[in-house]
């Protein structure tokens, strides 16, 4: 007991503070599992499919040049397919922001006669030393719409934004699953 007072960061803390602390914490574990949970179910789908893809740098023919990166054709579930990632969104002047962001798309290349519903998640490559949380998104791909809405890569902090962002590419593992109709 004593050793802990010692070291407490907050021994002048009342114990509902102490409390309300705890409550977000346990809060936060709880979207985890949520999440965790959700990836196990989908790993229970008949369909599945990873890739470890490569995000090349690359920049725009504008007067004033902006960073994107794209990956090289990809196949999955029978279908080509690329991923397109852009930094903050594109904003003006993204050098003069401190917190940076990526938000990436996924891109059917393929013709397809029937929907395509997945779900997908973006996770650390090989190779990628960056730590990303997993976020499950879901879209259906049809013939007018192949292309899904910009969704942030969730880095953790904007630090580690900055350091994928000094690598020379972005290493990614996408995990599909697709749903069965």
């Known amino acids: 007991m ?3 007072e010692d070291h407490c960061s907050h021994p ?9 602390l705890l409550a977000v914490i346990d809060q936060q574990r709880a979207e985890e599992m949520k999440i965790y949970n959700s990836i196990f179910g989908l790993l229970s789908f008949e369909k599945i499919t990873f890739s470890d893809l490569q995000l090349k740098p690359y920049r725009t023919d504008d007067f004033i040049t902006k960073l994107f990166y794209e990956t090289s054709r ?27 962001s990526i938000t990436y ?8 006669q029937n929907p395509l519903d997945l779900y997908y998640i973006a996770l650390t490559g090989p190779y990628g030393d960056t730590k990303i949380t997993p976020v499950i998104y879901r879209y259906e791909f049809c013939t007018d719409s192949p292309e899904t809405e910009y969704q942030v890569l969730p880095v953790t902090d904007s630090g580690d934004c900055n350091k994928i962002l000094a690598a020379k590419n972005i290493h990614l593992r996408l995990i599909l699953f697709q749903v069965q109709k």
């Open 74 to 100: 990809f196949t999955a579930f029978n279908q080509q397919w690329v991923i397109k990632a852009r930094v903050n969104d594109h904003k003006k002047n993204p050098a003069l922001t401190c917190s940076r």
């Open 2 to 4: 004593q050793e802990h």
């Open 12 to 20: 002048k803390k009342s114990g509902a503070e102490i409390m309300d």
């Open 105 to 112: 798309q996924l891109v059917l290349k393929s013709k397809i």
